[in-house]
């Protein structure tokens, strides 16, 4: 049942060390204020699950809290490479770390299934491809009717996922709009769910009734965060800072500048210099 | 028009191999500029689909990412990413996948994975993403890129998505049953795949190239057809929707994405 809570004692009550945790978003809607909490709270020895780690993955893993990262595109979309994520794989900074590869397909089907409370996702994919050979999860099954051979993966079932979405309800419902990428799976794959919004609403009365919506009793707490999102964005709320994004590269080639970075934006601020981030955005 | 670089002969060249009726899964980069210069010239039906979900969305600026805000806000619908993968890519709705390479062989198997070896990479690239099916599940595959040794390669250090594998029929004896790659377009020229090696075989060149510049920029022996055409050159519209769309995307990006 959804608590509103601080952002502060919503992941400290959510989120343990040693975790599998999802900070998901498709470019849209990305949790970048919930990870920094994660990061101001130093909680480690994680294993980061997402389809597309950019930034916001960068920077955990950048700050050591990373021990495991289960992807299939980590890269900063559009601009490039994901620089403090390269030096943790490539030369073991600050911490080596181990990546379990997939393609989105599989990806996205694992959350489906996770949320589906099935063991596996079963789909056509990886043919010819490598990733089968270095990720012993990538198997296949072959189907009891047809005999076509198909790919299996293992369903995802986080700990706990983390979401941002652009309202609540004052009960605790959730309204996700515009591209809605596979949060609803990942938070439904997930055993705890926290919410990040850009506003309550007392009720969703008079709303077209086939919107993505997580209903109170799927969610374990949600926080107001305005701008939580930036430098990703909120559908009908704000737009994507795409000059963040092509900032972030120069900042992350470099560990000293990295770390002067995330100690001025992160460390020694709080989730309300979010809601400032956004006010030249909209 | 006489002036134009090279860059823009590519994406020119890639904008016209697609027709008003297809539905194209569009790669960012290089295929979303020409699959968008398609869509603003001789293409304006056509149905452009972005992983994030967005289902015939029209951007007015090009993309960053995958899921730029102006994907979703100008798309007929935009559905769950999930969706995206297992009905309508998976369900073989798609008729062309549109996809950049960082390594390319001549059979039309690309790398966007590692440089170097998996578990100790030179350079640890992005990676997949959809790749991997979009290659499988296309109806065929157009592949853009820009010709450098290190590019086109004897050998790719990576399978992130399968091509004609060591050419031939290796698709059919892998249970592929769609046609894979079958158009190259680089910054020099337009090849196709042989009909039967599967080999990419240059069969026309742009204009003022050389057979020689094509050769000393891949790191395979080139084969060429025997009759090499001449790419026609940009057209005034094809060149100015293609100059105003870069830049309005440049305005937008720098911008901040406020447009």
């Known amino acids: 049942m959804a608590k509103f809570l601080s952002l502060a004692d919503a992941v400290r009550q959510n989120l343990h060390t040693g975790d599998t945790v999802a900070f998901e978003g498709f470019t849209h809607l990305i949790p970048h204020a919930a990870a920094h909490e994660a990061i101001r709270q130093g909680i480690a020895d994680l294993t980061l699950l997402r389809m597309t780690p950019d930034i916001v993955y960068d920077q955990m893993i950048g700050m050591g809290l990373a021990k495991k990262v289960i992807f299939s595109y980590a890269g900063n979309p559009g601009v490039g490479l994901l620089r403090r994520m390269r030096d943790a794989i490539e030369n073991g900074y600050p911490r080596a770390i181990e990546t379990v590869e997939h393609s989105h397909s599989a990806m996205a089907q694992a959350y489906e299934a996770g949320a589906s409370g099935l063991p596996l996702a079963v789909f056509r994919g990886y043919k010819g491809a490598g990733l089968p050979a270095v990720n012993p999860d990538i198997r296949t099954v072959t189907c009891p009717f047809t005999g076509e051979e198909l790919a299996a993966v293992p369903a995802h079932r986080p700990d706990v996922t983390f979401i941002h979405a652009q309202k609540a309800s004052a009960k605790g419902d959730v309204l996700v709009e515009g591209i809605v990428g596979v949060q609803k799976e990942a938070a439904l794959a997930a055993k705890r769910v926290v919410v990040t919004v850009e506003e309550v609403v007392p009720d969703f009365k008079g709303l077209h009734p086939n919107l993505c919506i997580l209903p109170h009793w799927t969610i374990d707490a949600i926080a107001v965060v305005p701008g939580g999102a930036h430098p990703s964005y909120a559908h009908g709320y704000y737009v994507r800072d795409n000059a963040a994004y092509l900032d972030w590269d120069g900042i992350s080639a470099d560990r000293d500048a990295f770390a002067a970075w995330m100690k001025a934006n992160v460390l020694e601020v709080g989730p309300e210099v979010f809601a400032s981030r956004v006010e030249g955005l909209k | ?259």
């Open chain 2, 1 to 259: 028009m006489s002036d134009f670089t090279p860059n823009e002969m590519m994406t020119i060249a890639a904008a016209r191999a697609l027709k008003n009726d297809d539905v194209c899964f569009v790669g960012i980069g290089a295929p979303s500029a020409a699959c968008n210069v398609a869509r603003l010239t001789h293409a304006p039906d056509i149905t452009l689909i972005y992983e994030s979900g967005t289902i015939g969305t029209r951007p007015d600026v090009l993309p960053l990412s995958i899921g730029d805000g102006e994907l979703c806000e100008t798309a007929l619908t935009t559905v769950a990413v999930p969706e995206m993968f297992r009905y309508w890519l998976m369900g073989g709705r798609i008729s062309i996948g549109f996809l950049g390479a960082a390594q390319l062989d001549r059979f039309g198997n690309i790398n966007t994975t590692v440089i170097g070896d998996y578990k100790n990479p030179k350079v640890r690239l992005p990676g997949g993403g959809g790749a991997p099916e979009i290659a499988s599940s296309c109806g065929e595959v157009f592949i853009t890129l820009k010709q450098a040794p290190r590019a086109m390669v004897e050998r790719i250090d990576f399978f992130t998505s399968f091509g004609h594998g060591e050419g031939g029929d290796h698709r059919q004896r892998l249970g592929i049953t769609t046609k894979g790659p079958t158009l190259l377009i680089t910054d020099l020229a337009i090849w196709r795949p042989d009909p039967e090696t599967k080999e990419f075989t240059v069969r026309s060149l742009h204009r003022g190239v050389t057979r020689d510049r094509v050769e000393a920029t891949c790191g395979w022996k080139v084969r060429f057809a025997d009759a090499l055409d001449e790419t026609p050159e940009p057209t005034d519209l094809e060149l100015t929707t293609l100059r105003e769309l870069q830049a309005r995307t440049k305005a937008a990006h720098e911008g901040g994405g406020r447009s």
